[in-house]
T-cell receptor, first 119, second 112 residues
């Protein structure tokens, strides 16, 4: 298994440009999420999905769109890039813990990240 | 609401020293608790987890015990190595919620 893959690894955009960050997982996980990591702020949830065709907003969704047409893929779109979107972006997936009586999720599996700079 | 408060760093230790990184949480119900580690230039990796009170998670010499009475999940290691230098994140996953709540991370540097 490749786990969670993300492309590109690095990207530089100009203000106002749009782009899509790709994320794929081959573990058949139902849950997928996008986070951004900024210095001193930990990870903040942008959007998440609990299954194909279902997405919802996280803590910081403005300026981003997502879709989940398949279980495997969860792309993140920046509609009109702004310098405030300069960050490191991580995609993650998880599933239900089959041995947990409480129905809790497994830990999340993270991709390697995309470092985005918006000039 | 749900939140995680993590010991601020950075933390610098000599090799073979004892490590404690404090983590406390606020949650309704019975969350699962996690420690993640991030090595330079990489994504986060799950280090250990605990899903109910009094559970102890352990991995690679690291341990953390889920303490409901003190709402804590402190990370410990008896003897750190240079290779343990990384950023450590405490996190909470609330069953029924669709978010993983992270602490702000603690940078650990181990010097030979």
């Amino acid at each position: 298994n490749a786990g969670v893959t993300q492309t590109p690894k690095f990207q530089v955009l100009k203000t106002g440009q749009s782009m899509t960050l790709q994320c794929a997982q081959d573990m058949n996980h139902e849950y997928m999420s996008w986070y951004r990591q900024d210095p001193g702020m930990g990870l903040r949830l942008i959007h998440y999905s609990v299954g194909a065709g279902i997405t919802d907003q996280g803590e910081v969704p403005n300026g981003y769109n997502v879709s989940r047409s398949t279980t495997e893929d969860f792309p993140l779109r920046l509609l009109s890039a702004a310098p405030s979107q300069t960050s490191v972006y991580f995609c993650a997936s998880s599933t239900r813990d089959r041995v947990s009586v409480s129905g809790s999720r497994t830990g999340q599996y993270f991709g390697p990240g995309t470092r985005l700079t918006v000039l | 609401g749900n939140s995680v408060t993590q010991m601020e760093g950075p933390v610098t230790l000599s090799e073979e020293a004892f490590l404690t990184i404090n983590c406390t949480y606020t949650a309704t119900g019975y969350p699962s608790l996690f420690w993640y580690v991030q090595y330079p230039g990489e994504g986060l990796q799950l280090l250990l987890k605990a899903t109910k009170a009094d559970d102890k998670g352990s991995n690679k010499g690291f341990e953390a015990t889920y303490r409901k009475e003190t709402t804590s999940f402190h990370l410990e290691k008896g003897s750190v190595q240079v290779s343990d230098s990384a950023v450590y994140f405490c996190a909470l996953d609330q069953t029924g919620a669709n978010n993983l709540f992270f602490g702000t991370g603690t940078r650990l540097t181990v010097i030979p």
